[in-house]
Antibody
């Protein structure tokens, strides 16, 4: 059974750096074909993909946010960490992490519950 | 980036009646491996998105067979044969070619 859970601050100030952790179970990020991604959703708006890391440490970023994002993994802890620098109020959103699997044609097939991050002074 | 355009943005359906959502991509989602990386998600109120359909028409584990996907290239459709109350929420299409993008969402309500 695959589960994921996001954790991190609920409130950050403008210009600060956000660090979010995705802790997962039911799979290993050292297994070929596995990835973990981050997706966000501003209140009342659509989903936006942010970043993705694969079992082989290949990393992909949204071009519009690439300069601000870093994604890393700790296979031994079953965690993926996303950092986003220079936070702005427009970055207020629910942030989700999700499992990306080859068995479902590389879809994001399992999602965490999400964590709401508010950017405000 | 590939732009995903959904229509309609909202629909209200009587229980037991069918519903259909269209998703068009700005470029073909067919890749050289012969696969088309088009997915459908449902986000129920207050919940995380859940995968319904992958690779145009394959239902994810546990998804009722009243949900079906079709299409090719740039034009795709999600159909619900008989809408039930539990189907309310926002439906998103997503394309799986980097950088990955979602449609704007279609809100389904029950009449």
């Amino acid at each position: 059974q695959i589960t994921l859970k996001e954790s991190g601050p609920t409130l950050v100030k403008p210009t600060q750096t956000l660090t979010l952790t995705c802790t997962f179970s039911g799979f290993s990020l050292s297994t070929s074909g596995v990835g973990v991604g981050w997706i966000r959703q501003p209140p009342g708006k659509a989903l936006e993909w942010l970043a993705l890391i694969y079992w082989d440490d290949d990393k992909r970023y949204s071009p519009s946010l690439k300069s601000r994002l870093t994604i890393t993994k700790d296979t031994s802890k079953n965690q993926v960490v996303l950092t986003m620098t220079n936070m702005d109020p427009v970055d207020t959103a629910t942030y989700y992490c999700a499992h990306r699997g080859y068995t479902t044609s590389w879809s994001f097939d399992y999602w965490g519950q999400g964590t709401l991050v508010t950017v405000s002074s | 980036d590939i732009v995903m355009t959904q229509t309609p943005l909202s629909l209200s359906v009587t229980p037991g009646q069918p519903a259909s959502i269209s998703c068009k991509s700005s470029q073909s989602l067919l890749r050289s491996d012969g696969k088309t990386y088009l997915y459908w998600y449902l986000q129920k109120p207050g919940q995380s998105p859940q995968l319904l359909i992958y690779e145009i028409s394959s239902r994810f584990s546990g998804v009722p067979d009243r949900f079906s996907g079709s299409g090719s290239g740039t034009d795709f459709t999600l159909k619900i044969s008989r809408v039930e109350a539990e189907d309310v929420g926002v439906y998103y299409c997503m394309q799986g070619i980097h950088p990955y993008t979602f449609g704007q969402g279609t809100k389904l309500e029950i009449k």
